[in-house]
């Protein structure tokens, strides 16, 4: 059974940064396309970033050049460098894991899981 356990979230001033940590269980790690989604309050989630398991990226232009998704396949986690964070970044993050293209609009291998808080304040 796949489980993802997101940590790392927090309090940020705008500008600040964050280090999001997406530790994967119950899958190959290896072979799966890991990413990134974010739920703001009254929002629909919404696909931030993808590293693909060939080890190309791809991220919304909402975060491009601010974010970095990487992972490391010895640990089983994905993680998320978010830099210049602005106040419309606040939201609950979401890592997931997929197999498909299809993954960047929420074709997700197993269940969301409980995802962390990030809060940049202005």
């Known amino acids: 059974q796949v489980q993802l356990v997101e940590s790392g979230g927090g309090l940020v001033q705008a500008g600040g940064s964050l280090r999001l940590s997406c530790a994967a269980s119950?899958?190959?790690?290896?072979?799966?396309?890991m990413a990134w989604f974010r739920q703001a309050p009254g929002k629909e989630r919404e696909f931030v970033a993808v590293?693909?398991?060939?080890?190309?990226?791809s991220y919304a232009d909402s975060v491009k050049g601010r974010f970095t998704i990487s992972r490391d396949n010895a640990k089983n986690t994905v993680y998320l460098q978010m830099n210049s964070l602005k106040p419309e970044d606040t939201a609950v993050y979401y890592c997931?894991?997929?197999?498909?293209?299809?993954?960047?609009?929420?074709?997700?291998?197993?269940?969301w899981g409980q995802g962390t808080q990030v809060t940049v304040s202005s």
């Open positions: 997931a894991a997929g197999n498909r293209a299809t993954l960047v609009r929420g074709n997700i291998i197993g269940d």
């Open positions: 119950g899958l190959t790690f290896s072979s799966y396309h």
């Open positions: 590293r693909w398991s060939g080890g190309s990226t």
